[in-house]
């Protein structure tokens, strides 16, 4: 995956499962927010992933073997890049309710 700016990634938040992000390499920022304090559109049941606008509170630098737990109803925007375009390698496990 490569990291790139924020108007090229989505927000998106989960009702029925934890994000856990680990970074192989490389480092990228996510952006996080209160599912509350953003515009919500549509939600797609069969893939869990509500579809939102809005601004970002805060952001984390994600580096090389952290990881990031992001729970069910936490919006987030992922895969920006730190400086200038890097491509990362991360696994997303989905961890059920």
């Known amino acids: 995956m490569e990291t790139t700016t924020e108007e090229n990634r989505p927000w998106e938040s989960h009702k029925e499962y934890y994000d856990v992000h680990y970074l192989l390499n490389g480092e990228e920022i996510i952006l996080y ?3 509350s304090q953003m515009e919500l559109s549509e939600y797609k049941v069969d ?3 509500q579809q939102m606008n809005g601004t970002a509170l805060f952001s984390i630098k994600l580096k090389k073997d952290m990881l990031l737990l992001l729970e069910p109803n936490d919006a987030h925007k992922t895969g920006l890049l730190v400086e200038e375009p890097l491509n990362i390698k991360k696994v997303v496990f989905k961890v059920k309710i």
């Open 33 to 35: 927010n209160f599912l």
């Open 47 to 49: 893939d869990d992933w």
